[in-house]
Nanobody
Framework: QVQLVESGGGLVQAGGSLRLSCAAS????????MGWFRQAPGKEREFVTA????????YYTHSVKGRFTISRDNAKNTLYLQMNSLKPEDTAVYYCAAVYRGGGAYYTADDDYDYWGQGTQVTVSS
């Protein structure tokens, strides 16, 4: 089992920045492909960004490319999401997700992931 706990959400003005963290614990957390998803009110959960186990491969959905950066520190068992130039449409609950997969792959579908955090609210005011 893997436990994921997100933190770092909050209220920020448009154009501002936030850094989300996802602390992982449990079995061999370093061999986890991980990702961030978000769900806005009244909308389905959507993929934001993903990273492979080593941190060498990343992928972003088009709407956040150039503004968000995913990274990980396997020594600290922590996944990060640096969010810059935030927009009101980024408002959502952000979830981190994980799956035991080594190699160079990252995953963009929520069905690919086995473990989920409880989510952290990000609100961007205009």
């Amino acid at each position: 089992q893997v436990q994921l706990v997100e933190s770092g959400g909050g209220l920020v003005q448009a154009g501002g920045s936030l850094r989300l963290s996802c602390a992982a614990s449990g079995r061999t957390v370093s061999v986890l492909a991980m990702g961030w998803f978000r769900q806005a009110p009244g909308k389905e959960r959507e993929f934001v960004t993903a990273i492979n186990w080593s941190g060498e491969a990343t992928y972003y959905t088009h709407s956040v490319k150039g503004r968000f950066t995913i990274s990980r520190d396997n020594a600290k068992n922590t996944l990060y999401l640096q969010m810059n130039s935030l927009k009101p449409e980024d408002t959502a609950v952000y979830y981190c997700a994980a799956v035991y997969r080594g190699g160079g792959a990252y995953y963009t579908a929520d069905d690919d992931y086995d473990y989920w955090g409880q989510g952290t609210q990000v609100t961007v005011s205009s």
